[in-house]
């Protein structure tokens, strides 16, 4: 575990300050209706916005292919005559090759938080971990224009993960009313201006995120509460299903002016997944499921310890930044490459019925002809998912699926952990629909034809294989629920994901935590494991501990600040740093009386608020949150604090400013019950005491993060 | 708020007991597994029963209904010949009234709770309270043939809210694996007979009860975290999932079975909204979608506020069972009689297209025509509302409609309340598709006509009225989008529920509340009253406290808890009950040690645990949790244990029994702080300490309720 991830401050410092202040608001019912009111509008702001960049992202990606598409079309009319289809070939590559090197130098040079899906970190930040610029407005510019390269660029990836990401920094920019980048401050957010606040605007953001990519509010808001897995808040989780609903009906609305019937709005999110209201199953199909979706978590297992194997490669041996846009822009080359490999090998010619798609490719074909394995590459991922589900039967032949499934794996686990925005939902999703087909196919072979529908295999194997890779469970069940619009297809699904999540789960962890370990950030589970049952607070606290007095000395506490890197410190009665005290052979620290961060009393030291001068009390009196919250969250570090010596010597009343209702543990606690608080609150630290209510110990999450 | 509720014990007794059993668990890994498969088993037992159930119902109200349609409709094809159409009617009506008096002696006679849909109670439940019977065998007996009479004999009542009070009786009864009245003992259960566990399972069973009823698996799985409203636990969701997805598929089976096409599954609840999958709407109609919200606002909150004055006065004046029979008689008479007042009115004949309706009558039309407004009755609820959404322009006349929405409105309004299991869904969402079908016609007539569409209406008017009575936000909104199986619609309903909601909330509450808190039941709701920010624990608590010392004498402990009703004690250190100590002008009350809960005490005096015994400590050591969970959930009364005066001389050590992680809060801690940890930790009391954690006093949920 590494040292330097910080945890956000959820938990509110219930002080003097902030009851004077909610008292001060509850007496008058308009401030309280209008917090509110400004809440519903921030998280409409956020729901616009993100459908908004969703737009853009789904604009982004048409516009550049089909810029690359219509440069090459010439050539190829002309290459198919002079037999130098080589050349246009090669113009393709090259193009993308271009595009995404454009998308891995932004990312590797300007921002390398935006790589990979953005899934990760969000889980951190939800779970309470401040992953360094997780939520900047840079982060998400290069995250919008690094996935429309990527994507644009032919990798195999999606374009839906990277919007949970973005959903998040929208969210966390918005509700703060200003950017220090861009330079503008509103000051109607002001008292949203912390950590608890923030985080549950990015819960917001995230779920708007969801909505967006899949058409799936529902399944969004459900992401964020797995995520966070904080107690129920009614009025929060109400005003995340309303930012997912807006989210994905502005994205209809836009993308209903994109596509050229404004208003019409059918487009429920950036991916389609077709109608699958006809498709039934019957009862004994559902053993099927079960063995599907142990398939998919043997091969996602598989898929996963690759690219573990492949990520630690990385972290060793691909550390300059030009050594990874290099390796992208490998990764593109043979992406495009393998194509060729899939249509040489299975020549798989079928019929031009209809010419809707203009990126039919006739190869190796005769004249009225296209080649089916050409399209599975030509298309773009969601296209070709949507294909895979309901193309008549016929369309693909089973060493086409096979070869494709196969490649496909091994590209899309080469290909996540790249510098470069990427997805991951779509080309799990491919590869499973791929095989998931062939079993339909396969079982159409035994003679029942007609009973089973290549659609329901499809999307089996699908869940499946997502299932087997990020072991995702509730939200992706309801998210599959309502990007297939069925809700009785939710019984196989669901089974499908169980399945596929116990059986890799004997293997190693998903994908996203995977990578979460491997970055040594300190995670805590929805559950303590097992084994840590017999342990208690006192095993696992930090001893011995270092606490101010009630009336502390200004010199002691800049001391204090300065040497040590603790955030959170018990403040205490009859304490004598010099004399310690023994209690049943452990040092007791005082008596508790509250909890206060190092972020306020950097605020009062830079505020001077000393005892020794004559006005404290008038200006104590005067002090509002805002004036803690203007500097959120950068606070002023204590080395850039002055104190002369004199100041040294004055006292500081630490009273109105300690978390009066800080939440404290017997020593004799045992682990499950602190864990289960210390996740369910969100909180940062717990102080433990003995019977006397006297500190022995403090446990933060890298002391209970240690056991998981 | 009435004395006699108790709470449920949800939190986990953390003693020295508990923790020897989970350490031994924890070190042998099957025991955990096996644990975990018969959680799943028993999610799956409720889903499969619940499925059942609803299936039992609805071929109860079929068999029902047809008997009564068969023997009819010999008479009525006599007698339109002969004239005397009053003979059929009135035996029609002769019917309803008997087999609504079955229903109603029943419920009146062998258990009351049944009355109602449920929902209150089943809220109450989750909310930590125990409704006395709320969950027995015998109320589920009651609730399923009652709601068969009910709808079968034609009140205004709908099946599908009293599913989820079955539900939650299944669960319940099911996760014991025994019941005192049919006298049957599974022992494999024994580890879940504690508050925590069956709380957990009723939480799965009214999901399953939610998802047969409506087809809604993931408005289940909310509506219960909704009414639950605790932490969040990743396991138990994904369980409660797999329930609601078993129970919407057995339904589905069942059904499928019934209907004559085995394994076709294509029923997903027991209602069918239809399809609403070429309904689309432009971004202005929701302008008018809001108005609509306000409008089944108001007309929910007048709906709410004449149901109250009604119950006040049956609570007053309909005490004797019988009477409460005769009110049921006679509301069955004039819901039947309502039906010709309406044909009567509104002469609203259309020509015979397709006779797929065996119920299509004739009345004062001529031949090859049928009465539509009679069709809106003597069709079942379910049918009418689909018809409603789905009938083409022009099936029903304005008038019709204004007549039916209206009376309708008032035969529910005096409906619901009756001593009778009946459900209000339904009827609301009749009411509101009346209307709002209104509307769409009345939209259509303003030129404009192929832009509006009906179903659009109806089905915005129906989540107006259904939002603006019962004023459910998140789970109604999942429920009405898994119902008509189109996401896109979410966000109409959604934002009509939004402006239902707050426009009802201005005149009184939603209609569950308002009878819940007229039985007086202390429910906490999600968020504490703003007046009540001033509020300090010091304020709310009990004090004096009864308190018990760490050894304590067994007389005194038997003369408290035959003296006072609490059931939970403070256990200290340092305490003289007959010198009282004051520290700052407060009576202390020693120092806290823990909680021991009287069926605790109760279990120990029963197995005479005397410190005197010279046995003791084996005794104790051979001491296991499932010698104190055979006696749950009816532990012996204080009375029933008779001491020698020898015994009451003896001593008990207290503890291996205390509950060591129990939640304690300082006197200084804000009422909203005490208020957010209770309701989302499922707390029964709150130990208030001073700063040297002795005891001052004591929270239960009567103390936080009296705010709220
Ligand atoms: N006031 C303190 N006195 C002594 N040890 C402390 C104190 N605060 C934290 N620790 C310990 O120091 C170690 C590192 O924690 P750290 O200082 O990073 O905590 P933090 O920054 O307050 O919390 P987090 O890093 O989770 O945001 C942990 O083991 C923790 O228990
Ligand atoms: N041990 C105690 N000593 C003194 N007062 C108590 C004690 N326990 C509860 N009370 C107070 O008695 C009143 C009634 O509470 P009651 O005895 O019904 O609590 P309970 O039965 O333990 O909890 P509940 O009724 O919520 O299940 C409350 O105001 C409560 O604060
Ligand atoms: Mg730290
Ligand atoms: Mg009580």
Redesign the pocket.
């Known amino acids: 575990l590494r040292?330097d991830?910080?945890?956000l401050d959820y938990e509110v410092s219930d002080n003097l300050l902030y009851q004077k202040e909610e008292k001060d608001k509850s007496s008058k019912r308009w401030k309280l209706y209008w917090r509110g009111i400004r809440r519903w509008f921030i998280c409409f702001l956020i729901g616009v916005i993100t459908g908004i960049t969703a737009g853009i992202i789904d604009l982004g990606v048409e516009k550049m292919s089909s810029v690359k598409f219509s440069s090459v079309k010439e050539l190829v009319d002309r290459c198919v005559v002079d037999y130098c289809m080589y050349s246009p070939h090669l113009i393709w590559l090259l193009f993308n090759i271009g595009l995404v090197m454009v998308g891995a130098v932004l990312t590797a040079y300007i921002e390398p938080v935006a790589a990979g899906s953005g899934i990760p970190q969000i889980k951190c930040y939800l779970n309470g971990v401040v992953v360094p610029h997780v939520v900047r407005i840079k982060t998400l510019v290069t995250k919008v224009v690094g996935v429309i390269c990527a994507v644009a660029g032919g990798l195999a990836v999606g374009k839906e993960g990277p919007m949970i990401h973005s959903g998040a920094v929208i969210a966390a920019g918005v509700s703060q009313g200003r950017s220090t980048s861009l330079n503008f401050d509103f000051n109607m957010f002001h008292d949203f201006r912390s950590d608890t606040e923030k985080r549950d605007f990015v819960s917001a953001g995230a779920a708007a995120g969801v909505s967006a990519a899949f058409g799936a509010p529902v399944g969004g808001v459900l992401f964020s509460l797995e995520e966070g897995a904080s107690f129920w808040n009614q009025a929060l989780v109400w005003r995340i299903f309303f930012s997912s609903m807006v989210s994905t009906m502005t994205l209809n609305i836009v993308q209903s002016y994109i596509k050229g019937h404004p208003w019409e709005l059918s487009y429920a999110g950036l991916i389609n997944f077709g109608t699958f209201d006809s498709v039934q199953y019957k009862f004994y199909e559902l053993f099927i499921v079960i063995a599907m979706g142990a398939i998919g978590g043997l091969t996602g297992a598989a898929f996963n310890h690759i690219n573990y194997k492949l990520t630690i490669f990385r972290m060793k041996y691909v550390q300059r930044r030009w050594l990874q846009v290099i390796e992208v822009m490998i990764v593109a080359a043979y992406t495009g490459c393998f194509a060729y490999v899939l249509i040489f090998f299975s020549n798989d010619c079928k019929p031009l019925r209809e010419n809707r798609e203009s990126m039919l490719v006739q190869f190796f074909c005769n004249d009225g002809e296209y080649s089916s394995s050409a399209r599975l590459f030509f298309d773009t991922p969601e296209a070709t998912v949507k294909n895979l589900f309901h193309s008549p039967p016929g369309t693909y032949q089973v060493l086409t699926l096979t070869i494709f499934a196969t490649g496909y794996f091994f590209l899309a686990c080469w290909t996540y952990g790249l510098s470069v925005p990427s997805g991951l939902f779509i080309p799990c999703l491919l590869i499973g629909a791929a095989w998931g087909r062939i079993v339909g196919v396969l079982l159409g072979m035994t003679g029942h034809g007609a009973t089973f529908g290549l659609s329901f295999y499809s999307l089996v194997g699908a869940s499946s294989q997502l299932g087997g890779i990020v072991r995702m469970t509730i939200s992706l069940t309801v998210i599959l629920m309502e990007a297939t619009a069925n809700v009785p297809l939710g019984l196989p699904v669901m089974i499908s994901l169980i399945v596929a999540k116990w059986v890799g789960d004997q293997f190693n962890e998903g994908i996203y935590d995977l990578h979460i370990h491997l970055q040594g950030v300190?995670l805590l589970g929805w559950e303590p494991l097992p084994m840590s049952a017999n342990l208690s607070a006192k095993s696992v606290?930090?001893h011995?501990?270092?606490?101010l007095r009630m009336h502390e000395s200004v010199g002691r506490i800049a001391r204090i600040l300065k040497e040590?890197?603790?955030?959170?410190?018990?403040v205490v009665d009859e304490y004598d740093p010099h004399t310690p005290k023994i209690v049943d052979g452990c040092e007791t620290f005082g008596t508790f009386r509250g909890l206060v961060l190092?972020s306020q009393l950097l605020m009062m030291l830079k505020k001077k608020l000393f005892q020794e001068n004559p006005d404290i009390n008038e200006i104590i009196g005067s002090l509002k949150m805002a004036h803690f919250n203007d500097c959120y969250p950068r606070y002023t570090p204590i080395q850039r604090i002055s104190l002369t010596s004199e100041e040294r010597n004055y006292h500081m009343n630490l009273e109105p400013f300690i978390n009066q209702s800080h939440y404290v543990v017997l020593e004799s606690a045992s682990y499950t019950s602190i864990f289960k608080k210390f996740r369910s609150l969100g909180l940062?630290?717990m102080v433990v005491i003995n019977f006397r209510n006297e500190v022995i110990g403090?446990?933060?999450?890298?002391?209970l993060a240690r056991y998981t």
């Open positions: 040292a991830f910080e945890s300190p606290m930090s011995p501990v270092t606490v040590e890197s603790h955030n959170g410190f018990p190092r940062r630290h403090i446990v933060t999450r890298k002391d």
